[in-house]
């Protein structure tokens, strides 16, 4: 690989650890060597070493453990584009593993602020609350928070299926056609990272999605916590002209 030296040295120092990684001279979960080690096998300054590894750390190539040492991030196993509606379910399969389900909560429950808004919902309103731990292979992988207007189910509603979307065709009639989704990143929280069994230093990815039915009301609004360190999310941006 030829490098252009009028860059900045940080950038191809980037560049330099890009390919290490990419030909396994460094592989996923190794540490690095210290900051002084490492500068002089690069043969950079601490200071450009330091602004490479902030950057790759920006891009989650690496992981500071503080106390410990630099990490290369280990690739998530599991994958999906933002602009494909699927199921946690179909996730877990794609990937050869098989999904299961610990059922924390089931049952109706009275409607906070942001149900109503989400899915237009009266104060007085209930919805069907769900929350599970979703597993691949049997190891945690998202933490589900699912929330149904409560009036689109009977009084004794039990979820019959895994997938929250293949439930509400099957017991309630109800076709999901899209959702509108959110997504962002939070550090540890103590509840439902230790639900997830993540180390402190393991952030986490918030899915938020309101979904739709095929006549454009909103049917369901789900939060999943996702462990950052197997799951990634990509998303398909086309140029408009």
């Not at 592989?27 to 490479?52: C, H, I, W, Y």
């Not at 039990?158 to 550090?187: C, F, H, P, W």
């Not at 454009?216 to 140029?239: A, C, E, G, M």
Request: charged residues 25%; hydrophobic residues 35%.
């Amino acid at each position: 690989m030829s490098y252009n030296y009028q860059a900045p040295r940080y950038l191809f120092v980037i560049e330099q650890m890009k390919e290490k990684i990419t030909s396994g001279e460094l592989e996923p979960g190794q540490r690095l060597p210290s900051e002084m080690d490492f500068a002089k096998q690069l043969r950079v300054s601490r200071n450009t070493l330091r602004e490479a590894l902030r950057i790759l750390e920006e891009e989650n190539i690496i992981i500071r453990k503080h106390g410990i040492g630099t990490f290369v991030n280990k690739k998530p196993v599991f994958s999906g584009g933002l602009e494909e509606l699927f199921s946690i379910t179909d996730m877990i399969k794609r990937e050869g593993k098989a999904p299961s389900t610990k059922w924390l909560f089931s049952g109706y429950a009275d409607s906070h602020s942001e149900d109503r808004t989400e899915l237009n919902l009266e104060q007085s309103e209930k919805v069907f609350l769900v929350k599970r731990l979703r597993l691949a292979d049997g190891a945690p992988l998202v933490y589900c928070i699912d929330k149904i207007p409560a009036t689109l189910l009977t009084e004794n509603y039990r979820l019959s299926n895994e997938s929250m979307l293949e439930a509400l065709q099957s017991d309630a009639g109800v076709t999901i056609s899209y959702a509108k989704a959110d997504i962002k990143t939070v550090g540890y929280h103590e509840d439902i990272s230790n639900i997830l069994e993540c180390e402190p230093d393991t952030p986490l990815l918030i899915l938020k999605q309101t979904h739709y039915d095929l006549n454009d009301h909103p049917v369901l609004y789900s939060l999943n916590f996702f462990r950052s360190d197997q799951v990634s999310f990509n998303v398909f941006r086309k140029r408009i002209f």
